[in-house]
């Protein structure tokens, strides 16, 4: 990977922030954009905006073949087996509660059990709550080892045969924990409960292949991987989508609508009611399309090397906290000893680097570990060995500040 290269990609990187050259490292909550991207968009409101599937004209038809190809793109980007497994939606978040909605709340009932685990983001435990409450069904967490991962033991004892639904994050936004969704997956299987995949921080940092997970939703959005906001993919195995209800209603996802009852268009369209996300789509396309350039396994292990570097450069300070496993994705969340996370981002900002702080969206995490809030570097494919230099020095800066003010 030419890094530099990558880097002129993104018109973003190129600023200083506070006059301070831009070290952007909050790529777990979203990525930039290459330039690829926003021409892509571009080209669409510019040249050929129009609504799909409805017209005959010819900017009707260039943007329904764009939309749909980017379908396409999708499917082969996960390996799908067929575009009618390949549900656009607003993001992971609508995704979920849609999979909550359309089948967990037609399927479950009273003493049903749904299993999560304590690292999950709020978007994959409250649809599961409102599930649980509406149903009578049973919310369960696996537990996690001391280093934040999750035992296939646990599992095994967690899930059982009243189990209908494992929910499951696939990489940890807070930890960095790569969990075994595949065995996972076997798991629930053999219980005959069904496997749902949160994907949002995998997707963009690893190859992904839904057949080879078995599992039977896997959902992620676009803004974490170069892509633009507003637009997600719903996986689901075709079997389930076929029995599964519509969770939105209205135009575009209607065969026909009589007085009193209507019917539904056939997969993928049946999910994807009103106005698509015409050009979220379309740019989602354009960056998987560079991120496939580039290379999923070569992005992996630039951020691997970033992570064990940001590690072993983090250990010459002192009081830092580092929570999850040694082996991890491309993110560390620390802390530093007697200064409050918020303090630590807003001093880096100072710096010109962007850290997240805060819970993170996992607040039953935070209480796991004990913490109120933590903060977050997280690496993508631009990020540089020189850029967590500039992070780490920027620590030891925070911690003389504070050190010296109090």
């Keep these: 990977m030419d890094i530099q290269a990558i880097r002129e990609q993104f018109p973003i990187l190129h600023q200083q922030v506070n006059g301070k050259q831009l070290v952007y490292l909050d790529n777990a909550a979203t990525s930039q954009k290459p330039i690829s991207v926003i021409e892509t968009l ?34 082969k980007f996960i390996n799908a087996r067929s575009i009618r497994e390949v549900v656009f939606t607003r993001g992971t978040t609508t995704a979920l509660n849609g999979i909550a909605t359309g089948y967990a709340a037609e399927h479950l009932k009273e003493g049903d059990e749904i ?3 304590y690292m999950e983001h ?4 409250i649809p599961w709550q409102q599930v649980a409450k509406r149903t009578g069904a049973v919310l369960k967490y696996i537990p996690l080892q001391e280093d934040g991962t999750i035992s296939l033991a646990d599992a095994e004892q967690t899930i059982t045969s009243n189990t209908k639904i494992v929910s499951i994050m696939y990489v940890s936004n807070v930890l960095g924990t790569i969990n075994p969704v595949k065995e996972l997956a076997a798991i629930a299987h053999r219980n005959g409960a069904i496997m749902i995949v949160d994907g949002a921080q995998s997707a963009p940092h690893m190859r992904v292949d839904v057949q080879d997970l078995d599992c039977d939703f896997y959902v992620f959005s676009s803004h974490k991987m170069c892509g633009p906001t507003g637009v997600g993919v719903l996986y689901g195995k075709e ?4 029995n599964m209800e519509p969770f939105e209603f209205g135009g575009e996802m209607i065969d026909f609508v009589d007085l009193q009852e209507s019917t539904w268009k056939e997969l993928p369209w049946k999910f994807e009611a009103g106005t698509p996300i015409i050009g979220g789509a379309i740019g989602l396309a354009a960056a998987i399309d560079f991120l496939e350039s580039i290379g999923l396994e070569n992005i992996e292990r630039h951020e691997h090397e970033l992570a064990q570097y940001a590690m072993e450069r983090l250990s010459e300070v002192d009081g830092v906290t580092i929570y999850g496993p040694k082996h991890r994705a491309g993110l560390i969340t620390f802390n530093i000893e007697d200064v409050h996370p918020h303090d630590v981002a807003t001093v880096l900002d100072v710096e010109g680097i962007a850290v997240r702080a805060g819970h993170h969206c996992a607040q039953p995490l935070m209480r796991w570990l004990k913490v109120s809030a933590t903060a977050r570097a997280s690496f993508y494919l631009y990020n540089t060995k020189d850029e967590v230099d500039a992070f780490v020095e920027g620590l030891v800066k925070t911690k003389e500040y504070f050190t010296n003010v109090f």
């Design 42 to 75: 571009g080209r669409y409101y510019k040249e050929y905006n129009s609504n799909v599937h409805r017209g005959v004209h010819t900017l009707g038809t260039k943007a329904t073949d764009a939309y749909e190809g980017a379908r396409e793109t999708v499917r």
């Design 115 to 117: 299993v999560i685990s």
């Design 122 to 125: 709020h978007a994959n435990i």
């Design 239 to 242: 079997s389930i989508l076929e």
